[in-house]
């Protein structure tokens, strides 16, 4: 999905439709082996792919905010509260 495309939606999602979907980018994962993430950075896709993930997330908790969200996406999200203390948006 481009950028634009993604900007569409949302704007069209409900406050429902967001939370669903960042669950679904940044919620916890199941573990995977060492041997797995040596492979796909080896590879480079999983640096390129967390990035894009990350952004897409971030810019949905920003719209949550701007919409007046009662709970911040961080407080239902662990793995995602992480990401952005060690980014300093905590």
């Keep these: 999905m481009t ?3 993604f900007e569409r939606a949302l ?5 429902e439709e967001l939370v669903t979907t960042i669950k679904g980018l940044v919620g916890n ?3 995977r082996t060492r041997e797995d993430l040596k ?3 080896a590879e480079g896709t ?3 792919r967390r990035v894009e993930i990350f952004s897409r997330a971030l810019r949905i908790r920003e719209e949550l905010k701007s919409r007046g969200a009662e709970e911040d996406p961080g ?3 662990p793995d995602f ?3 952005l203390e060690a980014l300093g948006y905590e």
């Design 3 to 5: 950028k634009e495309a």
């Design 39 to 41: 492979k796909s950075l």
């Design 81 to 83: 509260k992480k990401y």
């Design 46 to 48: 999983e640096k390129e």
């Design 11 to 15: 704007e069209g999602s409900s406050e």
């Design 75 to 77: 407080e239902y999200l």
């Design 29 to 31: 994962r199941p573990p």
